[in-house]
């Protein structure tokens, strides 16, 4: 199986890789895919503006994936958010999605997601900005709720290692055509109640399903059923 990731490209410190990645594509001819690794990142970011919290214990890197009638965002998005998963199932970790783009332990975040769309030429480019809590120990106050492998399995993981078996399962999962009933049985409040906020409102709900475009099917307290997408709920980890 040809492989979307033989070309990665290491650097021992970034701003932000995502970053570096679109003005790359932006100032140069490039028709092809990558991955940019940052053993440091210094201004990572995450969903809506958010910053992304590393050091040179977390993996960190970005990866470019041209979208094309067979291969969209969402699915890129199923694809690494169900790679995260086995990788950390096959360390002995069991994980969840909290929808759309955070991977959580116990109750807190472990990796994240940021998904962005850039158009180069006439291709259109996924520009996916990873971020896996590695060998960390210690998280800044303000970031609490979250979890490393180290601080599960007691033990440093060798980052490339992990890189790499990420890559390899990613590649994989693209490759699939059905992602959405395994990806939606690895969410977060799928046939559970958790709460979460829905637009402005704190309430508890469960998923029923994840639609082909992304969006949730969820049901309420009251059993009312309702179409959600990413922008209308967030869910809270208690």
Request: hydrophobic share 40%; proline share 2%.
């Amino acid at each position: 199986m040809p492989s979307k990731f033989s070309k990665i490209i290491y650097f021992n410190t970034l701003e932000s890789s995502s970053d570096y990645l679109i003005n790359l594509y932006k100032r140069h001819p490039i028709k092809t895919e990558l991955v940019i690794v940052a053993n440091n990142q210094t201004k990572g970011r995450g969903r809506i503006g958010k910053s992304w919290f590393s050091d040179q214990s977390s993996l960190t890197f970005s990866c470019s994936i041209s979208i094309n009638n067979l291969l969209d965002s969402w699915h890129i998005n199923m694809a690494v958010s169900l790679a995260l998963i086995k990788l950390l199932e096959n360390h002995g970790i069991h994980a969840l999605i909290k929808y759309p783009n955070d991977i959580i332990v116990n109750n807190k975040k472990i990796a994240g997601i940021l998904n962005e769309i850039i158009n180069v030429d006439s291709t259109r480019y996924c520009i996916l900005g990873i971020g896996l809590n590695v060998n960390n120990e210690l998280f800044p106050q303000n970031i609490s709720r979250s979890i490393s492998m180290k601080n599960l399995l007691f033990k440093k993981s060798s980052k490339i290692k992990i890189l790499n078996m990420l890559l390899s399962y990613f590649n994989s999962f693209l490759q699939e055509i059905l992602l959405n009933r395994f990806y939606v049985s690895n969410l977060y409040g799928f046939k559970n109640h958790v709460l979460c906020v829905y637009k402005g409102v704190k309430q508890h709900i469960k998923i029923l399903s994840v639609t082909k475009q992304g969006f949730l099917t969820i049901e309420t307290i009251d059993k009312e059923v309702l179409t959600v997408n990413s922008v209308d709920v967030k869910f809270l980890l208690n």
